[in-house]
């Protein structure tokens, strides 16, 4: 079976400045990963995703996230916050052999002027 | 559809009344999932079919909880009996095939009372 880990559930960062969002993951088989974001009453937005190729996603907006096995790791970040990045972000992971994505508990991102 | 549709939007329930909530994936897709959102919460799996199948039931939360895919295109959640802890958002999501990115509805948001 499969499970994320994130590690925070709320961010808080001034704009300009770096974000970074923590996942951890668990999963007995090669896994797919992928951060979604949730803006307020919106639908949940794909903004990248890992599926055995480079280890480094870049994604929309400026995000970004790298795959680290020996870490079980796939945190995401973004080298400046905008006003606009304040939503929840999910960390969601996936198996070949089961393709029931799994979602974390989430994190929710506060951007300060 | 250009993208995935869930009807309906809003719905509220007395407690004991039976619902059914509908889904229309993109068109081609393979995949197709559920998920409960609970206020404040990250989705949670609830079901995944592929084509007509359903290969996983193992997030329905009890035997009220029933969804149905005959066609292999539209799908039904439906909840017998309802109850105040039923409240949630229900989200829909289809993928064109095992492991590739998932395309999210609006959700229905479902309000017992």
């Known amino acids: 079976a499969q499970s994320v880990t994130q590690l925070d559930s709320h961010v808080s960062v001034s704009e300009g400045t770096p974000v970074l969002l923590r996942c951890n993951y668990s999963?007995?088989?090669?896994?797919?990963l992928f951060w979604y974001v949730q803006h307020p009453n919106k639908g949940l937005q794909l903004l990248l995703k890992y599926t055995s190729a480079a280890t480094l996603v870049k994604g929309i907006n400026g995000f970004e996230a790298e795959f680290k096995k020996s870490e079980t790791s796939f945190h995401l970040t973004k080298p400046s916050a905008h006003m606009s990045d304040a939503a929840e972000y999910f960390c969601v992971v996936n198996t070949y052999n089961n393709n029931d994505m799994r979602f974390g508990a989430g994190t929710r991102l506060t951007v300060k002027p | 559809g250009a993208g995935v549709s869930q009807s309906p939007r809003y719905k509220v329930a007395k407690r004991g009344q039976d619902v059914a909530l509908r889904c229309d994936p993109i068109?081609?897709?393979?995949?197709l999932f559920w998920y409960q959102q609970a206020l404040g919460q990250g989705p949670e799996f609830l079901t995944y079919?592929?084509?007509?199948?359903?290969?996983?039931k193992s997030g329905l939360p009890s035997d009220r909880f029933f969804a149905e895919r005959p066609e292999g295109s539209v799908s039904t959640l439906k909840i017998q009996r309802t109850q105040q802890e039923d409240s949630a958002v229900y989200l829909c999501?289809?993928?064109?095939?095992?492991?590739?990115?998932?395309?999210f509805g609006q959700g229905t948001r479902l309000t017992v009372v």
């Open positions: 999963s007995s088989y090669s896994p797919s």
């Open positions: 068109s081609g897709h393979v995949s």
């Open positions: 999501a289809s993928s064109l095939k095992a492991n590739t990115e998932a395309f």
């Open positions: 079919f592929q084509n007509e199948a359903q290969l996983d």
